[in-house]
């Protein structure tokens, strides 16, 4: 990554050896480089260097389901686009947004127009591009059913949209995405206009508040459920809250958390669950897949 340290790049701002830890919601990073891209141009002359220079990239939303290992593996990118401020003074039939844009701000439209549909995020942490890349949602439903449009910026410099009939998802998972495809922007719908949607997307993040640990350090659900075997009540049934070492640990409010109390490492992050998962396995019989990503 040399060649990188003397690059400008126009609309890149690049931090070389730096403590990517506040790229994350668990705040777990370590030392690495990073590249904010502030606009389509700019994110697309640093993949060509990149490619040129056979540097590996990994891309950054929110932060909010990952945990950053193998930093001296990528560059890691963050996408940071201008965002029109009217753009959401108006109710509109489809939104055309950049993939940075955050999903409480949507939810704060959703709940200000009675958008119906768009309470599937309610409450997710994450860029749209995140937010759609891992198929986000609630027990209310997932992204994938109010995403009309995906478009993409290809390893190759190409720009590509991929339309609905395109479009793949599974339980927290997309299935069109190729590698080294990254999303710049998508167009969602919503399913109509109720006066009362705003009431209730509203209580369902009074639900949320009561139910998970929104202001530790975390990266949600550590696993994916499987069909009705629910990963965090599998965790509590085991007796495993608390589980952990002094820095890492599975959250006392919500099993398939784990909470970094600011002082724990990437690696202790992995040490511990791995040790969770054996400890599942012996105490219940299940094994969970993982639904974070460690990049
Ligand atoms: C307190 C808390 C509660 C949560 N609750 C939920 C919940 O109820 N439901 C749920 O589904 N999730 C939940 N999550 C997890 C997380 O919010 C979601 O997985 C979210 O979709 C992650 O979006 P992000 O922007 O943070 O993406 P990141 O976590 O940064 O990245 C996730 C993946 O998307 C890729 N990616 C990100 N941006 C792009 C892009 N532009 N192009 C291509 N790939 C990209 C990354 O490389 C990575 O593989 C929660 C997390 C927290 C911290």
């Not at 409480?104 to 599937?120: C, D, P």
């Amino acid at each position: 990554m040399k060649t990188l340290e003397n690059t400008n790049i126009s609309d890149v701002v690049l931090y070389m050896n730096t403590n990517l830890d506040r790229y994350t919601t668990i705040k777990l990073g370590g030392n690495g480089n990073l590249a904010i891209c502030k606009s389509i141009e700019g994110l697309k002359s640093l993949i060509k260097i990149l490619n040129k220079n056979d540097i590996k990239y990994h891309l950054v939303g929110w932060g909010a389901n990952q945990v950053l290992v193998h930093t001296n593996m990528y560059l890691y990118i963050k996408l940071d686009f201008a965002v029109d401020r009217e753009y959401l003074k108006e109710v509109r039939d489809e939104y055309d947004l950049p993939a940075s844009f955050p999903l409480n701000t949507l939810t704060s439209h959703a709940v200000k127009f009675g958008l119906l549909g768009w309470e599937v995020f309610t409450g997710i942490p994450a860029s749209l591009g995140g937010a759609i890349c891992m198929n986000a949602g609630t027990s209310l439903g997932e992204i994938c059913e109010i995403v009309k449009e995906v478009t993409v910026l290809r390893p190759g410099g190409d720009i590509y949209s991929y339309k609905q009939e395109e479009l793949k998802f599974d339980y927290r998972v997309n299935n069109f995405l190729k590698l080294g495809e990254i999303i710049i922007s998508a167009k969602i719908i919503h399913k109509g206009i109720d006066t009362t949607q705003g009431a209730r997307i509203k209580e369902y993040l009074e639900y949320r508040k009561s139910t998970q640990p929104l202001k530790t350090k975390n990266c949600g659900s550590v696993f994916k459920n499987h069909g009705h075997f629910k990963a965090g009540i599998t965790i509590d049934k085991c007796g495993l809250k608390g589980f952990g070492t002094e820095n890492i640990q599975v959250s006392h409010m919500h099993g398939n958390f784990i909470e970094n109390n600011g002082a724990g490492s990437s690696t202790e992050f992995i040490q511990v669950v791995d040790n969770l998962k054996k400890e599942i396995e012996r105490y219940s019989g299940q094994k969970f897949e993982l639904e974070v990503k460690i990049h």
